[in-house]
Protein backbone atom coordinates (compact mmCIF):
# COMPACT_ATOMS: atom_id res chain seq x y z
CA UNK A 1 0.00 0.00 0.00
CA UNK A 2 2.61 2.70 0.48
CA UNK A 3 4.61 1.86 -2.43
CA UNK A 4 1.56 2.46 -4.42
CA UNK A 5 0.97 5.65 -2.60
CA UNK A 6 4.47 6.51 -3.21
CA UNK A 7 4.32 5.67 -6.99
CA UNK A 8 1.04 8.14 -7.35
CA UNK A 9 3.04 10.87 -5.70
CA UNK A 10 6.17 10.37 -8.11
CA UNK A 11 4.18 10.61 -11.50
CA UNK A 12 3.57 14.26 -9.78
CA UNK A 13 7.03 14.95 -8.73
CA UNK A 14 10.62 15.66 -10.41
CA UNK A 15 13.46 13.77 -9.90
CA UNK A 16 17.22 15.89 -10.14
CA UNK A 17 14.97 17.98 -12.22
CA UNK A 18 13.46 15.38 -14.53
CA UNK A 19 9.51 13.85 -14.58
CA UNK A 20 9.81 10.39 -13.87
CA UNK A 21 8.36 8.75 -17.32
CA UNK A 22 6.21 5.76 -16.63
CA UNK A 23 5.87 4.62 -20.22
CA UNK A 24 9.36 4.25 -21.26
CA UNK A 25 10.37 0.59 -22.05
CA UNK A 26 13.99 -0.47 -22.18
CA UNK A 27 14.37 -2.70 -25.29
CA UNK A 28 12.07 -5.41 -25.67
CA UNK A 29 11.67 -8.92 -26.04
CA UNK A 30 11.68 -10.12 -29.69
CA UNK A 31 12.54 -13.72 -31.48
CA UNK A 32 13.32 -15.09 -34.54
CA UNK A 33 12.45 -18.88 -35.62
CA UNK A 34 14.63 -21.18 -37.83
CA UNK A 35 13.36 -24.42 -39.39
CA UNK A 36 15.02 -27.35 -41.20
CA UNK A 37 12.85 -30.14 -42.28
CA UNK A 38 15.33 -32.85 -43.40
CA UNK A 39 15.40 -36.42 -45.34
CA UNK A 40 16.50 -38.66 -41.73
CA UNK A 41 18.34 -41.22 -44.09
CA UNK A 42 20.56 -38.61 -45.76
CA UNK A 43 20.24 -35.40 -43.90
CA UNK A 44 19.00 -33.42 -47.32
CA UNK A 45 17.35 -30.22 -46.87
CA UNK A 46 13.72 -30.51 -47.76
CA UNK A 47 12.39 -27.06 -46.57
CA UNK A 48 13.56 -24.10 -45.05
CA UNK A 49 11.85 -21.70 -43.20
CA UNK A 50 13.06 -17.99 -41.39
CA UNK A 51 10.76 -15.58 -39.72
CA UNK A 52 9.95 -13.42 -36.91
CA UNK A 53 8.39 -14.68 -33.84
CA UNK A 54 6.01 -13.37 -31.39
CA UNK A 55 6.52 -12.66 -27.38
CA UNK A 56 2.75 -13.57 -26.40
CA UNK A 57 1.59 -11.28 -23.39
CA UNK A 58 1.67 -14.48 -21.30
CA UNK A 59 5.40 -13.99 -21.23
CA UNK A 60 5.94 -11.15 -18.69
CA UNK A 61 4.24 -13.18 -16.11
CA UNK A 62 6.73 -15.83 -15.81
CA UNK A 63 9.00 -12.97 -16.03
CA UNK A 64 7.58 -11.46 -13.34
CA UNK A 65 7.52 -14.55 -11.03
CA UNK A 66 11.32 -14.81 -11.76
CA UNK A 67 12.10 -11.71 -10.57
CA UNK A 68 10.27 -12.00 -7.72
CA UNK A 69 11.84 -15.08 -6.29
CA UNK A 70 14.71 -16.39 -7.44
CA UNK A 71 14.11 -19.61 -6.22
CA UNK A 72 10.77 -20.15 -8.57
CA UNK A 73 10.32 -24.04 -8.53
CA UNK A 74 8.98 -23.70 -11.97
CA UNK A 75 11.47 -21.76 -13.36
CA UNK A 76 12.08 -20.61 -17.42
CA UNK A 77 11.84 -21.73 -20.67
CA UNK A 78 11.64 -25.70 -21.21
CA UNK A 79 9.60 -27.17 -23.92
CA UNK A 80 9.25 -26.54 -27.66
CA UNK A 81 6.00 -27.33 -28.90
CA UNK A 82 4.52 -28.33 -32.53
CA UNK A 83 1.09 -28.31 -34.03
CA UNK A 84 -1.41 -28.66 -36.86
CA UNK A 85 -3.95 -25.58 -36.28
CA UNK A 86 -7.01 -25.60 -36.00
CA UNK A 87 -9.00 -28.01 -38.64
CA UNK A 88 -10.75 -25.12 -40.47
CA UNK A 89 -7.48 -23.45 -41.01
CA UNK A 90 -6.10 -23.23 -44.17
CA UNK A 91 -2.72 -25.11 -44.08
CA UNK A 92 -0.72 -23.38 -46.71
CA UNK A 93 -1.85 -19.63 -45.56
CA UNK A 94 -3.15 -20.23 -41.88
CA UNK A 95 -4.01 -17.03 -39.48
CA UNK A 96 -1.01 -14.03 -38.10
CA UNK A 97 -0.01 -15.34 -34.80
CA UNK A 98 -0.77 -12.78 -31.84
CA UNK A 99 0.14 -12.26 -28.76
CA UNK A 100 -2.66 -13.16 -26.58
CA UNK A 101 -2.02 -16.59 -27.76
CA UNK A 102 -2.13 -19.01 -24.02
CA UNK A 103 -1.62 -22.40 -25.81
CA UNK A 104 -1.33 -24.22 -29.49
CA UNK A 105 -4.58 -24.49 -31.47
CA UNK A 106 -3.84 -28.45 -31.85
CA UNK A 107 -0.79 -29.61 -30.18
CA UNK A 108 1.16 -32.41 -31.27
CA UNK A 109 4.29 -32.90 -30.01
CA UNK A 110 6.54 -31.45 -27.52
CA UNK A 111 9.91 -31.52 -26.62
CA UNK A 112 12.16 -30.74 -23.60
CA UNK A 113 15.20 -28.37 -23.84
CA UNK A 114 18.27 -30.27 -21.97
CA UNK A 115 21.31 -27.82 -21.25
CA UNK A 116 23.28 -28.56 -24.46
CA UNK A 117 20.62 -27.14 -26.22
CA UNK A 118 19.93 -23.85 -24.54
CA UNK A 119 22.75 -21.56 -25.39
CA UNK A 120 23.64 -17.52 -24.94
CA UNK A 121 24.89 -15.66 -28.33
CA UNK A 122 26.79 -13.03 -28.40
CA UNK A 123 25.00 -10.70 -30.63
CA UNK A 124 27.54 -9.07 -32.52
CA UNK A 125 29.40 -12.45 -33.74
CA UNK A 126 26.34 -15.00 -33.49
CA UNK A 127 28.35 -17.20 -32.03
CA UNK A 128 27.44 -19.23 -29.09
CA UNK A 129 29.53 -18.43 -25.51
CA UNK A 130 29.03 -19.52 -21.90
CA UNK A 131 29.04 -15.53 -21.10
CA UNK A 132 25.45 -14.23 -20.49
CA UNK A 133 24.30 -11.92 -23.07
CA UNK A 134 20.45 -10.78 -24.40
CA UNK A 135 20.42 -13.24 -26.73
CA UNK A 136 19.57 -16.76 -26.35
CA UNK A 137 19.03 -19.74 -28.40
CA UNK A 138 16.55 -22.50 -28.19
CA UNK A 139 17.19 -25.44 -30.39
CA UNK A 140 15.42 -28.76 -30.76
CA UNK A 141 15.25 -31.75 -33.10
CA UNK A 142 11.50 -33.65 -33.32
CA UNK A 143 12.85 -37.24 -34.70
CA UNK A 144 11.15 -39.42 -37.18
CA UNK A 145 8.52 -40.47 -35.38
CA UNK A 146 8.01 -37.30 -33.32
CA UNK A 147 5.41 -34.67 -34.63
CA UNK A 148 4.39 -36.44 -37.85
CA UNK A 149 1.57 -34.43 -39.55
CA UNK A 150 1.04 -30.98 -41.21
CA UNK A 151 2.66 -28.97 -38.70
CA UNK A 152 1.57 -25.18 -39.09
CA UNK A 153 2.23 -23.88 -35.11
CA UNK A 154 4.65 -23.73 -32.92
CA UNK A 155 5.39 -22.05 -29.14
CA UNK A 156 7.65 -21.92 -26.28
CA UNK A 157 6.77 -22.86 -23.04
CA UNK A 158 8.19 -22.62 -19.66
CA UNK A 159 7.02 -21.73 -15.75
CA UNK A 160 5.26 -25.09 -14.85
CA UNK A 161 5.39 -26.79 -17.93
CA UNK A 162 5.35 -30.52 -18.15
CA UNK A 163 5.29 -33.21 -21.01
CA UNK A 164 1.72 -33.07 -21.22
CA UNK A 165 0.28 -30.51 -24.26
CA UNK A 166 -0.85 -27.64 -23.46
CA UNK A 167 0.78 -27.07 -19.98
CA UNK A 168 2.84 -24.41 -18.85
CA UNK A 169 3.10 -20.49 -19.55
CA UNK A 170 3.43 -20.04 -23.01
CA UNK A 171 5.87 -17.27 -24.47
CA UNK A 172 6.35 -17.50 -27.71
CA UNK A 173 3.41 -18.04 -30.53
CA UNK A 174 4.17 -18.58 -34.34
CA UNK A 175 2.36 -19.82 -37.35
CA UNK A 176 3.38 -20.88 -40.61
CA UNK A 177 2.77 -22.37 -44.29
CA UNK A 178 2.59 -26.12 -43.47
CA UNK A 179 5.52 -28.33 -43.30
CA UNK A 180 4.19 -31.38 -44.08
CA UNK A 181 6.46 -34.01 -41.66
CA UNK A 182 6.53 -37.75 -42.40
CA UNK A 183 8.17 -40.17 -40.35
CA UNK A 184 11.06 -40.61 -42.86
CA UNK A 185 12.02 -36.81 -41.51
CA UNK A 186 13.62 -34.89 -39.04
CA UNK A 187 12.34 -30.84 -38.38
CA UNK A 188 14.91 -29.16 -36.19
CA UNK A 189 13.80 -25.77 -35.11
CA UNK A 190 16.01 -22.61 -33.85
CA UNK A 191 14.40 -20.11 -31.56
CA UNK A 192 16.22 -17.19 -30.31
CA UNK A 193 15.26 -14.56 -27.72
CA UNK A 194 16.74 -11.49 -27.25
CA UNK A 195 16.07 -9.09 -25.19
Partial sequence: MLFLEWLK???EKCCFGSRYRFDEKLGGLHGEVWMF???ASTS????????????VNSASILIARLLKDSREPDAGISYLAV???????DKQNPPAPTNIQTALENEIARKAFTTEDVSFVDPDTGEHVTTPTNVVDYEATFAETEAVGPIVEMG????DATDMPDSGTEINYRTFPVINKSSSMTLSIIIRITS
Wanted: net charge positive; proline share 3%.
Fill in 9 to 11: KAK
Fill in 37 to 39: LRE
Fill in 44 to 55: RLLQEYHCRNII
Fill in 83 to 89: GTGDPSW
Fill in 156 to 159: LFGG
